[in-house]
């Protein structure tokens, strides 16, 4: 009875690589949200989608794009990996009326050779 | 802007000891305090909140009061147990800024038996 899950749990590319990370939730949520969580576990918000629709696009490279086929998934593009990107992927969930209560899954390791 | 600052881990405790961990904050506008708990190997989850100021957040022996004058949201556990150990964030939520939670670094706790 996963709430968020996230595939896959890890993911070893090489630079220069594109990859995509997939989410989906299961708990009837409207808004969704993709944050990156660095080595020293600092974590910030990149990109959040309410019914399929972005809503909060942080200052993130051209790069990474997200995307929405329904609400109940949210992927994220990545292009032309770097070393940089290395970090822990989370995507959340949460209803657009309580924001302040985000489920979040179980994240997602990338590591960029 | 909006940010959280919260004290460096890691914090090494032994089992029934007290815990304290400090969480501050500035915000433009009226912020809602959050904070969640990531064990190991899993997501995020939310542990407590507040809206407003003087209100206490608890659960699981956990405590935090907002408080507006100091702008801080510490967090606090009369006696830890070894299950308590992982990494502890504090957050906020302006309305203004819709969906987006600002967090803290995040506090790695271990309690030791």
């Known amino acids: 009875d996963t709430a968020v899950s996230q595939t896959p749990k890890y993911l070893v590319t090489q630079m220069g690589n594109d990859k995509s990370i997939k989410c989906e939730q299961n708990?009837?949520?409207?808004?969704m949200y993709w944050y990156k969580q660095d080595s020293k576990k600092f974590l910030k918000i990149m990109f959040s989608?309410?019914?399929?629709?972005?809503?909060i696009n942080e200052t993130v490279p051209n790069r990474f794009s997200p995307k929405s086929p329904d609400k109940a998934h949210l992927n994220l593009h990545i292009n032309s990996l770097e070393l940089g990107d290395s970090a822990v992927y989370f995507c959340?969930?949460?209803?657009?009326?309580?924001?302040?209560?985000?489920?979040f899954g179980p994240g997602t390791r990338l590591t960029v050779l | 802007g909006n940010s959280v600052t919260q004290m460096e881990g890691p914090v090494t405790l032994s089992e029934e000891a007290f815990l304290t961990i400090n969480c501050t904050y500035t915000?433009?506008?009226?912020?809602?305090l959050f904070w969640y708990v990531q064990y190991p190997g899993e997501g995020l989850q939310l542990l407590l909140k507040?809206?407003?100021?003087?209100d206490k957040g608890s659960n699981k022996g956990f405590e935090a009061t907002y408080r507006k004058e100091t702008t801080s949201f510490h967090l606090e556990k009369g006696s830890v147990q070894v299950s308590d150990s992982a990494v502890y964030f504090c957050?906020?939520?302006?309305?203004?800024?819709?969906?987006?939670?600002?967090f803290g670094g995040g506090t790695r706790v271990l309690v030791k038996p």
């Open positions: 957050a906020l939520r302006v309305k203004a800024a819709g969906n987006k939670l600002t």
């Open positions: 708990l009837g949520h409207d808004t």
């Open positions: 507040a809206t407003k100021a003087d």
């Open positions: 989608y309410n019914n399929k629709e972005l809503i």
């Open positions: 959340a969930s949460s209803q657009q009326i309580t924001p302040d209560t985000q489920y």
């Open positions: 915000a433009t506008g009226y912020p809602s």
